[in-house]
């Protein structure tokens, strides 16, 4: 199986090494490093990573510029690192494409974790077990790396990937937003309803015909969310 790659892009040279260190104990070892916005493009380029942890404050700009160059050419799995703990910061990192928001400061042991867990979510870890599902107008291959509607392909992130997962694999059911968070994120949902709220929308903008008048992805007034097909 291929070893997922994965890049590192802090000005904090010491905490690349401990997130480095902490990802190698848990069997992670193909792993780059850079700590200026241009380098980590350059390195993401030629490197092409399964994932990248971007902190948000670089020296010649923001984390979430790099994210958007990278969200150009790649939906690999994105989390950032930041001192900005504010509830509108992490909105912002998750809107503009990330899939995770880390607030400094934390332990390197749960940055590994957290990446085990999106890199499960993409099956690069764990051989898949779905086979291809078809429901309505939406099919998923079996390793859930390729999704259409209607015959057209989406680019969606992995955690857009994820949602959609869930909703197959309930089709006409209401899944509340803690079931949605537990599944997709691999964590209690502590409150989460703003991180699930924004990538439902960020979903419903790419498989909607209107997404202010959602066709398939619908909401439950004080349940949830339903795949309606």
Sequence with gaps: MEQPRILIVDDEQDLCTLIQRALEKEGFHEIRTAHTLKDGFDVFETFRPHLAILDVMLPDGEGYQLCQQMRA????????????????DKLLGLAIGG?????????????????????????????????TTTVGPFQMNEDE??????????????????????????????????TLFTQVWGE????????VMVHIRRLREKVEPNPSEP???KTVKGLGYRLTV
């Design 99 to 131: 899939d995770d928001y880390i607030t400094k400061p934390f332990s390197p042991k749960e940055v590994a974790f957290r990446v085990k867990a999106q890199l499960r979510r993409v099956s690069m870890m764990e051989a898949p077990v779905a086979e």
């Design 73 to 88: 050419q790649s939906n690999i799995p994105i989390l950032f690192l930041s001192a900005k703990s504010e509830e509108v």
């Design 215 to 217: 066709t398939y992805i």
């Design 188 to 195: 209690s949902f502590f409150g989460s309803d703003n991180t």
């Design 145 to 178: 790396t390729e999704v259409y509607v209607n015959g057209e392909r989406l680019e969606l992130t992995a955690k857009e990937v994820g949602l959609l997962a869930c909703f197959l694999r309930n089709p006409n059911r209401i899944l509340s937003k803690e």
